[in-house]
């Protein structure tokens, strides 16, 4: 049986604490939010990791108040168990858009973000600008536009903003989205 992440010692950030790292980093500091970090992902913890986190939480003013447990997993990219608001992240291959995705997952299905891998991957594309460091993994995308992200992250961005907007009158938006890819895809 695999040996599951523990929080029997955790590393917990103050606000003080994470107040002070973020200027220390030159960042804005995130929502008021307590970290608590397994043991596991302890052990993995670097400087750069933290940054990474910290920098997507600023993009999540729906945790203020809130306390966030964040763990370690290898088999996938990340992975977020909503009733636990925990994020299990792996430091290995880790992006800014892995985090956000992550975060996203944690508020799904309140409503306001519909549930489901394709449209945590949109919502977390259209949140900011800072999810565009890697492609999305479960919106296709197309193999030109992925192997060329830095050239189209932007565009799809904006597509991913239209396509929420559009959602309100029309509860095909995903349809909508992968049909505006795949033109934008031929178009360059």
Not at 109 to 119: K, M, R
Not at 141 to 146: A, D, E, L, Q, Y
């Amino acid at each position: 049986m695999p040996r599951r992440n523990t929080i029997d010692s955790k590393v917990v950030f103050s606000n003080t604490q994470l107040d002070l790292f973020a200027a220390e980093q030159g960042i804005q500091a995130p929502p008021r939010v307590r970290l608590l970090f397994t043991s596991a992902m302890q052990q993995r913890l670097t400087p750069e990791l933290e940054q990474m986190i910290l920098r997507a939480l600023r993009e999540f003013p729906e945790f203020d108040g809130t306390t966030l447990t964040i763990g370690l997993t290898r088999a996938n990219l990340g992975v977020a168990i909503k009733d636990d608001l925990t994020i299990r992240l792996n430091p290995h291959r880790l992006s800014h858009n892995t985090i956000g995705h992550e975060l996203m997952h944690l508020l799904q299905g309140g409503g306001a973000i519909p549930g489901g891998e394709v449209q945590c991957d949109i919502w977390t594309l259209a949140r900011s600008p800072l999810f565009l460091d890697d492609p999305p993994t479960y919106l296709s995308i197309g193999t030109k536009i992925s192997e060329n992200w830095p050239q189209y992250a932007r565009r799809v961005r904006e597509l991913c903003i239209a396509a929420i907007a559009w959602r309100g009158r029309h509860p095909r938006y995903i349809q909508w989205l992968k049909r505006e890819l795949r033109i934008l895809a031929r178009a360059s």
